[in-house]
């Protein structure tokens, strides 16, 4: 037997399903693929303001278009790749991401004007729907359960670095260089990714488990997890909570940057609340095999409910100020954060015969979901922080009501047989 520090021992089988690579190399290629969607995003955020005047984008909300466009094209792509990635294997499609992924930013780069933009950070997120749904499926190939959810949570508290330093690294971009200098280095954080991935990364998809591509597939594989309770109810519980997060991230330059006055400071103010779901999501690796992923994920959402109420009520009642909204931003991103891994495993846990397949069109439906609930609670923001303070209360309460629903009203309990339709 191998040890890992995810917490017990790793099999050899399971050791030997991604070598050359030992588990923590393993978790860091995973955490490279998701946090490539981040630097995507979250590096934008201070530029916002640069490439809405370059482009003379004159309502301030539209803006936020140049986040939201890059996770739609990232929520549609992911529905073609999950199928190609169980017919052709994994590598293929990981390195083929990241040449779309490349381009797309090199593209943005280049364009004259905002639609062009928009049109290429669309392709841009196309590419990097292989890197959620393919490296998910990747893991799954590797391993299941809790042991899953450990690799997965690992591999979260990793990304998350990048969510803290992202939008530091654009500040500083913005002010000593112009703003396409950011889509570069998107560029070049794909190209570093994909030469690790083609040198080291084996193909985990085992011969026996491809599967040939037809209509009837897709439709037979798509029933399959629109009608398990368990695989359908927590993907809709994750996309849900991911729309609260989507709803602070698509307005955080407004609320931080000019409701609270931070001006090009406001990358500190949301490294810190990001820094709360790193810390949460090794919490998460930590007890998960202890105290299970639905007691973690359900505790986290009720907490969420309760907060996202303790937040409204100041709000309505006259404003809250800087000092107090941080507390409440930090604690409510560290319970989005020990839902992240718990959710995703908890809907792919039955689904391992068609990992690809099922990481494809529960992805797009996580990302569909939680585009538009963080969408249209961010395209509200009118100077205050009433918008946000609604969106909280009502993913809070939509959460635990699919929770409710999905586990037959009883919560907080593990079971080893996941409930049937």
Known sequence: MASSRAGGPVSTSEVSSHRPM??????????????????????????????????????????????????????????????????????????????????????????????????????????????????????????????????????????????????????????????????LLFAVAGLVVMAWCALRLPETLRPAHRRRIGAGDLAAAFKALVTHRQTLGYTLAGGIMQGGLYAFLFSAQQVLGEYYRLGPYFPLAFAAAALTISLSSFLNARLVGRLGMRVISHGASAAFLALGLAFGVPVLLGGLGFAPFMVILAAITFLIGLTFANFNALAMEPQGRIAGTASSFLGAITTVVAVVIGGAVANAYDGSLRPLAFGYIGVGVAVLAVLLITEHGRLFREHHRPPAL
């Open 22 to 183: 030992g588990f923590a190399e393993f978790v860091a290629i995973v955490a490279s693929f998701i946090a490539l969607n981040a630097f995507a995003i979250d590096m934008m955020l201070p530029a916002l303001p640069e490439i809405g005047r370059a482009m003379n984008v004159v309502r301030e909300n539209d803006r936020q278009a140049v986040l939201t466009v890059f996770l739609i094209g990232f929520g549609i792509g992911q529905l073609a790749v999950g199928p190609l990635a169980d017919r052709l294997g994994r590598k293929p499609l990981l390195l083929g991401g990241l040449v779309i992924y490349v381009g797309g930013a090199l593209l943005c780069a280049l364009a004259p004007d905002f639609t062009t933009l928009l049109a290429a950070r669309l392709v841009s997120g196309l590419g990097a729907a292989s890197s959620r749904v393919v490296i998910v499926a990747v893991v799954r190939d590797c391993y299941d359960g809790r042991r899953m959810a450990s690799v997965m949570s690992f591999a979260m508290m990793i990304f998350i670095a990048v969510p803290v330093l992202a939008p530091s690294i654009g500040q500083i971009v913005v002010l000593l260089w112009p703003w396409q200098v950011i889509f």
